[in-house]
């Protein structure tokens, strides 16, 4: 079946450095990959896309990639800060199907 | 864009009963859903609601347990019936306001936090 695995394990990180979360996607083609961001009691808010043709995307301090080959996304946080501390899904798609998320990783920048 | 307000946001509910989440949209969308999440798990979508007719569920989830009405484009609601303490989860709305060809991004509710005693 198709999956979207994310690592479960929390990442701790020291502010200002960069935290890189991974997404690998398994019996799926998907067209497009997004990342979310989830607060404690929020619901998750949209933050990037990134299509099949396209290998990189920047916003701002994030940056997504998207290898075809490897079945893999990553999602970078440049000069991290606590306020980025959330939990963070990765999400794919493709016309022929619903959207399908990974559970999500937890982030925790500490000062 | 698309902001999205959920009704209540959190309840403590006995088994046997039922409980309607409310989810409101401050714009036409066509395409809305309802997901369910449970700590540290995925979202699991429930169905999708349609407007004007009946809703879409995916496998697990019957209508019976999670009836869901749209009346219009902009409001929905899904009910929990009979519930047991397996159902508590947090319920989350979500909607894709424009479809960008194949491309949907979701918009998410606040979520409504229920557990059942």
């Known amino acids: 079946s198709q999956k979207i695995e994310q690592n479960s394990e929390a990442l701790n990180i020291q502010e200002g450095k960069t935290a890189t979360l991974t997404c690998n996607y398994t019996?799926?083609?998907?067209?497009?990959l997004q990342w979310y961001r989830q607060d404690p009691g929020r619901g998750p808010v949209f933050l990037l896309l990134?299509?099949?043709?396209?290998k990189e995307k920047r916003k701002e301090r994030l940056k997504v990639t998207f290898d075809t080959t490897l079945k893999q996304s990553l999602f970078h946080i440049t000069a991290s800060q606590p306020a980025d501390s959330a939990t963070y899904l990765c999400a794919a798609g493709s016309s022929a199907s619903k959207i399908i998320f990974g559970s999500g990783t937890r982030l925790s920048i500490r000062p | 864009s698309a902001v999205i307000s959920q009704k209540p946001s959190r309840d403590i509910c006995q088994r046997g009963t039922s409980l309607t989440i409310q989810c409101q949209v401050d714009s036409q969308v066509t395409m809305m859903f309802w997901y369910r999440q449970q700590p540290g798990q995925s979202l699991t979508l429930i169905a999708t609601?349609?407007?004007?007719?009946?809703?879409?569920?995916e496998s697990g989830f019957v209508i019976d347990k999670f009836p869901i009405s749209r009346p219009n484009l902009t409001f929905s609601t899904l009910t929990v019936s009979n519930m047991s303490p397996e159902d508590s989860s947090i319920y989350l709305c979500?909607?894709?306001?424009?479809?960008?060809?194949?491309?949907?991004?979701?918009?998410f509710g606040p979520g409504t936090r229920l557990l059942v005693l």
């Open positions: 979500s909607v894709v306001p424009q479809r960008e060809g194949r491309v949907q991004t979701q918009y």
């Open positions: 990134i299509r099949e043709n396209e």
């Open positions: 609601a349609n407007q004007g007719s009946e809703a879409t569920y």
């Open positions: 019996n799926y083609s998907p067209a497009y």
